[in-house]
């Protein structure tokens, strides 16, 4: 049974084939790329409320939430809770570190006509779509957009 394993002999015509398939895939995804041939891209919904963010970390380890604006406190969200605001910033946080880029650009959060909620960071215009995190994840973000106004 072992000698059968090891005569084990492949068609030279069905090995070309196969790394015909190879070249032609790779060329293929090249250019699509390169050209936009066959690429699939989605125009986001307009958008009708946004807000311009900026998030600083305070002293009593408090996230605190300011009006890119006018600098304005939004809200300040204490230690131990919204854990989903400070998971998706801090992770935002740290790429833009990665880049070297500055906590100056704001975070726009922004409604769209549709009911979608985003968070993009203007540093790179990475978007986040609030609403694939679920009901209670996007009422965390959504209420800072009510809090605009400058109401606590």
């Known amino acids: 049974m072992d000698d059968a394993a090891h005569d084990l002999k492949i068609p030279k015509g069905a090995l070309v084939a196969a790394g015909a398939l190879v070249v032609f895939a ?28 900026q998030f600083e970390d305070g002293q009593d380890g408090s996230v605190l939430v300011y009006n890119a604006a006018d ?31 500055g906590r100056q650009p704001p975070f726009q959060l922004a409604r769209h006509v ?23 994840n996007l009422a965390a973000f959504a209420r800072l957009m009510n809090k605009k106004e400058g109401s606590k």
């Open 71 to 101: 600098h304005q406190l939004l809200d300040s969200l204490p230690p131990g809770s919204n854990g989903f605001v400070r998971v998706v910033m801090r992770g935002l946080a740290r790429e833009r570190h990665l880049a070297n880029v």
């Open 114 to 136: 549709n009911g979608q909620i985003t968070l993009t960071d203007t540093s790179n215009n990475k978007q986040i779509d609030l609403n694939a995190f679920g009901s209670s």
């Open 26 to 53: 790779l060329f293929a995804a090249t250019a699509s790329r390169v050209t936009g041939i066959g690429r699939v891209q989605m125009t986001p919904p307009a958008i009708v409320e946004s807000l311009d963010l």
